[in-house]
C-alpha cells in the first residue's frame, strides 16, 4: 500500500469534522486511538493530510462520505407513483420530489405502482450499483396487510422457499404481526429484487397483498418520513449502509 498522506492535502481531523465525525478535538482523539484509517491504513499521526475527494476514509469501520458532490436520499414514495424519474406515458414519477435540487438523481432499484415507502435516490453510481447488485444481498424489509387468517407456519415455509414461475423463491424473515379472520399484517425481509417478488410470494401461498410498505432499505428505515417526502442519507447512516456493500 501506499502511503496515504497527501502533501498538498487537508488535515485529516478537519476532514472528519467537517462531515459530522464530531469536533476538530474528539476526531484527533480517533486518530490517536488508531479507529480511522485511510486508504487502507491506519492513520495515527495528527499532521496527516488527506484529498477529502479521493482519499478513502472510515471510522471504526464505517465509512465517511467526504466527497460532497455526492448525494443520497431518502423518499417515502406514495402508492400509485411510478419508480422512474420520467415516465413515458405521463404518470406521476419520482421527479417531482427532487425537482428543486441541483443534482442529477437516480432511483437504486424499484418499487411497483401500487407499493408505497422507502425508495432511495442517489447520484453516487458505485453505491447505486452495489445497491441493487445480487452479489451484496441487500434486505429490503416490507409490511403488508394481506387477505384471509395467516398461520404461524406459513413463515417457515416461506423461510424454506417456494417456487414461482419464475424460478425459486425465499424471505429471510417473516414475522407475523397480526391474524384476524379477514385479513392478517405480516412483516416480511428479502433480498431478492425480481419483479413484483413480494406480492407474487404472497399469491401463491393463498394470501394475496391488499396493501404494502417498504419500511427498511439495506440500513436505512423510513423512519418518520411522510409520503412525498425526502431526507439526506448522510453521517453515520450513510456510512452503514456502504459499509453494508463493502465501500
Given at each position: 500500500?501506499t502511503?496515504?498522506?497527501?502533501?498538498?492535502?487537508?488535515?485529516?481531523?478537519?476532514?472528519?469534522a467537517?462531515?459530522?465525525?464530531?469536533?476538530?478535538?474528539?476526531?484527533?482523539?480517533?486518530?490517536?486511538?488508531?479507529r480511522v484509517?485511510v486508504?487502507?491504513?491506519?492513520?495515527?499521526?495528527?499532521?496527516?493530510?488527506?484529498?477529502?475527494?479521493?482519499?478513502?476514509?472510515?471510522?471504526?469501520?464505517?465509512?465517511v462520505?467526504?466527497?460532497?458532490?455526492?448525494l443520497?436520499?431518502?423518499?417515502y414514495?406514495?402508492?400509485?407513483?411510478?419508480?422512474?424519474?420520467?415516465?413515458?406515458?405521463?404518470?406521476?414519477?419520482?421527479?417531482?420530489?427532487?425537482?428543486?435540487?441541483?443534482?442529477?438523481?437516480?432511483?437504486?432499484?424499484?418499487?411497483?405502482?401500487?407499493?408505497?415507502?422507502?425508495?432511495?435516490?442517489?447520484?453516487?453510481?458505485?453505491?447505486?450499483?452495489?445497491l441493487?447488485?445480487?452479489?451484496?444481498?441487500?434486505?429490503?424489509?416490507?409490511?403488508?396487510?394481506?387477505?384471509?387468517?395467516?398461520?404461524?407456519?406459513?413463515g417457515?415455509?416461506?423461510?424454506?422457499?417456494?417456487?414461482?414461475?419464475?424460478?425459486?423463491?425465499?424471505?429471510?424473515?417473516?414475522?407475523?404481526r397480526?391474524?384476524?379472520?379477514?385479513?392478517?399484517?405480516?412483516?416480511?425481509?428479502?433480498?431478492?429484487?425480481?419483479?413484483r417478488?413480494?406480492?407474487?410470494?404472497?399469491?401463491?401461498?393463498?394470501?394475496?397483498?391488499?396493501?404494502?410498505?417498504?419500511?427498511?432499505?439495506?440500513?436505512?428505515?423510513?423512519?418518520?418520513?411522510?409520503?412525498?417526502?425526502t431526507?439526506?442519507?448522510?453521517?453515520?447512516?450513510?456510512g452503514?449502509?456502504?459499509?453494508?456493500?463493502?465501500?
Open positions: 500500500m502511503d496515504p498522506h497527501v502533501p498538498t492535502g487537508e488535515r485529516l481531523q478537519k476532514v472528519l467537517r462531515n459530522g465525525v464530531g469536533s476538530r478535538r474528539a476526531c484527533e482523539g480517533l486518530i490517536a486511538q488508531g484509517s486508504d487502507g491504513h491506519v492513520v495515527r499521526e495528527l499532521g496527516t493530510r488527506v484529498d477529502p475527494v479521493a482519499s478513502v476514509i472510515h471510522v471504526d469501520g464505517i465509512r462520505q467526504t466527497d460532497s458532490s455526492l443520497t436520499l431518502a423518499l414514495k406514495p402508492p400509485g407513483v411510478v419508480s422512474t424519474m420520467y415516465d413515458d406515458m405521463g404518470r406521476p414519477g419520482l421527479v417531482q420530489y427532487v425537482e428543486d435540487r441541483p443534482e442529477r438523481l437516480y432511483h437504486v432499484g424499484r418499487l411497483d405502482q401500487d407499493t408505497e415507502g422507502l425508495i432511495l435516490l442517489s447520484n453516487d453510481g458505485e453505491l447505486t450499483h452495489r441493487t447488485h445480487p452479489k451484496y444481498e441487500v434486505p429490503k424489509t416490507y409490511i403488508a396487510r394481506v387477505e384471509g387468517s395467516v398461520t404461524r407456519g406459513l417457515r415455509v416461506l423461510e424454506r422457499g417456494i417456487t414461482l414461475e419464475d424460478g425459486p423463491a425465499r424471505v429471510d424473515r417473516f414475522v407475523l397480526e391474524s384476524a379472520p379477514r385479513n392478517s399484517i405480516v412483516e416480511i425481509t428479502l433480498h431478492s429484487g425480481r419483479n417478488i413480494v406480492r407474487r410470494m404472497m399469491a401463491e401461498v393463498g394470501h394475496p397483498v391488499m396493501e404494502l410498505v417498504r419500511m427498511k432499505f439495506g440500513t436505512v428505515v423510513v423512519g418518520h418520513l411522510k409520503p412525498g417526502k431526507r439526506v442519507v448522510a453521517g453515520s447512516e450513510l452503514a449502509l456502504m459499509k453494508l456493500v463493502d465501500l
